[in-house]
């Protein structure tokens, strides 16, 4: 009643090619255009890349991790976690950058509010949002007395 069709090596060749085809333009289709930016009513970007440092108090004081990358003019949330027993704080020292006036320092630790810097207590975390306007290789440290020397310094690095 039915009889059974079997494409010949041509014809499933021409069939895998067209798949093959249409897959990769439903592909670059749906990659086209340029991606869309997030941001507010007054036109502020609001992407906001976060980097987490760390407090390791194991044998000697450090942040992990020691360093960070982060990209020139791209919003940064930058956090302290202190999950240590004793208060620390983290300083991004001299970095050029625009710094959100409401994001707060995570307490006042002597800091002026033009720097990038936070500070915790012991089990606690705080965070400071801000875009870097620089590239450059910029220090991170803790400010606390013995603390640097201890070995709480590590690098944040902003690219092009």
């Not at 067209?18 to 670059?28: H, P, Q, R, S, Y």
């Not at 450090?62 to 004793?86: D, S």
């Not at 630790?109 to 450059?136: C, D, I, M, N, R």
Request: proline content about 4%; aromatic content about 4%.
């Amino acid at each position: 009643m039915f009889q059974r069709f079997a494409p010949s090596g041509h014809t499933r060749l021409i069939f895998a090619t067209t798949l093959g085809l249409l897959l990769l333009l439903i592909a670059t289709a749906c990659s086209s255009g340029a991606a869309e930016k997030k941001t507010d009513s007054n036109g502020h970007n609001t992407e906001v890349v976060e980097v987490t440092f760390s407090v390791v108090e194991e044998g000697k004081l450090e942040f992990a991790p020691l360093n960070a990358r982060v990209v020139v003019g791209k919003k940064v949330m930058l956090t302290l976690h202190n999950t240590g027993r004793l208060e620390h704080d983290l300083l991004v020292a001299d970095i050029p950058a625009e710094i959100e006036a409401d994001a707060g320092h995570g307490g006042d630790a002597g800091h002026a509010a033009a720097e990038v810097a936070v500070h915790t207590l012991p089990g606690t975390k705080a965070s400071v949002v801000f875009t870097p306007t620089h590239p450059g290789t910029y220090e991170v440290l803790c400010t606390l007395p013995g603390h640097k020397d201890a070995g709480m310094v590590g690098h944040l690095v902003v690219v092009a």
